[in-house]
């Protein structure tokens, strides 16, 4: 065979080797046919530059070509090799995979039949588990079960815990004569659904708060039967909207209470019980809230009184004693937290006044007199009452020092009387 057919053979050789991109070293084997093309022209422009013949020549390349064909086919065959290798070990990595699977959807399955065991709703689980043929075939359907698994377990237990919470509540409303065993069927029958879960959270929850409040009022002395009623036959939304009602006439009848208590007026005492009897027909609640508004009233007008008495006998009393203050019960027509700290301020000041006359006769001493005169005029006038008190503080400072030199006088004459009594002692 002539050299260049030899080397057209070498070429188809090299795009047979194009054939086969799939294997991992196709790229290192196009690399190389290309070498040996251009190797191959080279060598043999030199052999026959040199004076080999043309049956030299294609000996030469014949045996070339084998060599590298034999080193093609043993690329190709290892590359072959190592992939079965990896799929093979792939393969046993999915059986592995598979049986984990297998017993993990096992373990669902027991876990699956004791909740059925116990009268839970789980046939969307149950469903999902029968598609067992679809998770294998599928990864993301297997864990998209498993998920679905972890949840129902977690809702379960909550549930679970709900029902222990609600037989306690059960228990505890009996002690205090609560009955709403009418509602209980279809809590219970919300506890063996984990798809119902948040709507047994809510019924127990308003239940709980609802017994609370229920109790709470019974025990402050309302008339709670209207509420326990609603409670009973299980109108969750008019017991809520009832029990807010019935609340806030509660909180306003409880303030008014202290205050009657603070005031002592059994009237008022005997109209609020009576209220509190009135609350047992829900459809009259609006018409006590109106009444306790009006009795809340009476009762602050009551407590004006009460305070203002006190002060009409101040009065009275300040006038025995010379102080005509008669038109500080104008004011008193207008009783105020202000005015009380007024008639306060009057208060201090007659009796500081008093105080100051008592510690000037006890001293004999008559220098402010006329000072303590001027004083009095102006309190009964009516003017600055603070004024009246800094002068009043002032006087009081100048009669102490007085009183003060009054006293070490007296005291050094003490001494001077003991130390003569002392001398003629001595001298007899």
Known sequence: ??????????????????????????????????????????????????????????????????????????????????????????????????????????????????????????????????????????????????????????????????????????????????????????????????????????????????ASNIKKLSEQGFDVSGLERLLRIGKIDALKHNLTKFNKVAQEMGTLERDIQLLGDKRFAEEIQILKGRLGDLSKIEDVEEYVLRLKRRVEEAIRESKIEPWKRKLDEWLGMGYDLSWLKSDLAKYSVEIEKKLEKYERAIQEIQQLKKDLDMFKITTFNFEIFLIEKKMVKGEDIDRVLEEVSSIRQKAQDIIKVEMEKSIDGMILKVKKFLEELNAR
């Not at 116990?118 to 067992?132: F, H, P, Q, R």
Request: proline content about 2%; hydrophobic content about 45%.
């Open 1 to 210: 065979m002539p050299y260049p057919q030899v080397a057209e053979m070498v070429a188809i050789m090299y795009y047979f080797s194009l054939l086969s991109p799939i294997f991992k070293w196709s790229a290192v084997i196009h690399v190389t046919w290309e070498f040996i093309l251009f190797m191959v022209g080279f060598v043999g422009m030199i052999l026959k530059w040199a004076g080999w013949s043309e049956i030299m020549l294609n000996n030469f390349l014949w045996c070339f070509v084998l060599i590298c064909l034999s080193l093609n086919t043993l690329s190709i065959i290892t590359e072959a090799s190592l992939r079965a290798r990896r799929a093979l070990l792939q393969i046993r990595a999915q059986k592995k995979e598979f049986r984990r699977i297998r017993l993990e959807m096992e373990r669902y399955s027991s876990i699956l039949e004791g909740w059925r065991r116990e009268g839970y709703n789980v046939s969307d689980l149950e469903k999902a588990l029968d598609n067992m043929h679809s998770i294998f075939a599928d990864e993301h359907v297997y864990h998209r079960v498993k998920d679905m698994f972890k949840e129902y377990e977690s809702k379960i237990s909550k549930l679970k815990a709900l029902e222990a919470e609600l037989n306690s509540l059960l228990s505890s409303a009996r002690s205090i004569g609560l009955d709403f065993s009418d509602r209980i069927p279809s809590i219970r029958e919300m506890l063996r659904d984990p798809s119902r879960l948040n709507e047994a959270e809510n019924s127990i929850s308003v239940l709980k708060e609802a």
